[in-house]
């Protein structure tokens, strides 16, 4: 039984990139059983794709997502693509038997995320879903502290994820802004992200009421692949924008606690502003990712005086993940949230435990951003329909 892990990944562009830096550098760090080998990257764009082979360290490439499926060589298959392409792929990958990881949101729509959850039950195989920021170990600790009861019982979170970098009218229509290829807008986008902190952190969501807005209709026809960085182009075609800029939405949890979370694309002057608070009775908690190390600490039970909150820089041997790094105080990236998150893949796939977040987390998530863009359609709470 060979110790490694030939990895198909089918996509090469801003998460691909992440991935692959996290395969080659996670056992730089940590020693798993399974080693990560970058066998085959897989796009459309031929050229492209051997650039993005040779720069990252693949064997080979291939332009034919069927292809890296059927090899036999390969096998774990890791989903960077688009999001209208997650389901057909996961759910070929996983019953051609290949272990699989997806990159969020899990699917387009609520339909396809719970077929995926099922073929993956039904495989036996590994399926995660790549929520990387839950890996920060900034985060785990503030999920240490709240199992841990330091909080007491929680009421309250605020989440926000905020960005800025649709602002300009001119930015072209690219596929983060079709309906058809993403589902939502900067809900599935980021506001998933704020979901899944949330569910990991203090539990389920029942229901939401939500108000999701377009603040630009329509933009000028750019190259739908350029994602994130699609540049302005001399085509006047406008197009349409199908999806949201802006999702705010209130949520009740099953354990009582209530919620407000926010996404935007248009919040100026912040770049990657993932933020939590959550308040609990003996005490709160705050998280940024632009301060990914930071936990910002306040405890009732603090001595009179001296109450406020106060820092931890989680670089500690006792911090989750941290002791893998530096010295304390020698702080780490995010790039590490994914390298992190593929120890515990590899972790998962050499003891055959399904490490989370799977593909049930996938669709939990999912169905609290149906809800949410079902609450915006009807002007009304929706109760989250948990399908499994
Ligand atoms: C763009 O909004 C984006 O790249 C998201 O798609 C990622 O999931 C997030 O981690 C950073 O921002």
Known sequence: MSNQINIGM??????????????RNMPFYFKTGKTPVLKTLCGRNEQEVKQAATNW?????????????EDPEIDLIDIVTPNHLHAEMAIAALEAGKHV??????????????????VA????????????????????YAKKLIDEGKLGKIRQVRATYLQDWLMDPEFPLTWRLDKEVTGTGALGDIGAH????????????????????????????????????????????????TVDDAALFLAKFENGAIGTFESSRFAGGNKNGNRFEINGEKGSIKWDLENMN??????????????????????EEIHPYASAY???????????????LVKDLFDGIDNQTQPKPDFIDGLRNQEVLHAVEQSSLENSWKSIDTVR
Not at 102 to 118: F, G, S
Request: proline fraction near 3%.
């Open 10 to 23: 089918i996509g090469y562009k801003f998460m691909g990139k992440a991935h692959s830096l996290a395969y």
């Open 57 to 69: 360290g693949f064997q080979q490439t291939e332009t034919d997502w069927k292809k890296v499926i």
């Open 101 to 118: 990881i997806c990159e969020k949101p899990l699917a387009l729509n609520l339909e396809q995320a719970i077929k995926m959850e099922e």
């Open 121 to 140: 039950r039904k495989s036996g195989k590994i399926a995660m879903i790549c929520h990387n920021y839950r890996f920060a170990p900034a985060v785990q």
């Open 194 to 241: 704020s979901i899944d902190l949330a569910r990991f952190l203090i539990g389920e969501i029942t229901d939401v009421v939500s108000l999701l807005e377009t603040f630009i209709k329509e933009r000028p026809t750019g190259d739908m692949v350029q994602g994130l960085s699609a540049k302005k182009n001399q085509n006047t075609e406008m197009g349409q924008v």
């Open 294 to 315: 930071l936990l910002e600490v306040y405890f009732e039970g603090d001595e009179e005086g001296l109450k406020g909150f106060r820092t931890i820089n989680c670089t």
């Open 326 to 340: 530096w010295p304390s105080g020698h702080i780490i990236g995010y790039e590490h949230t994914f390298i992190n």
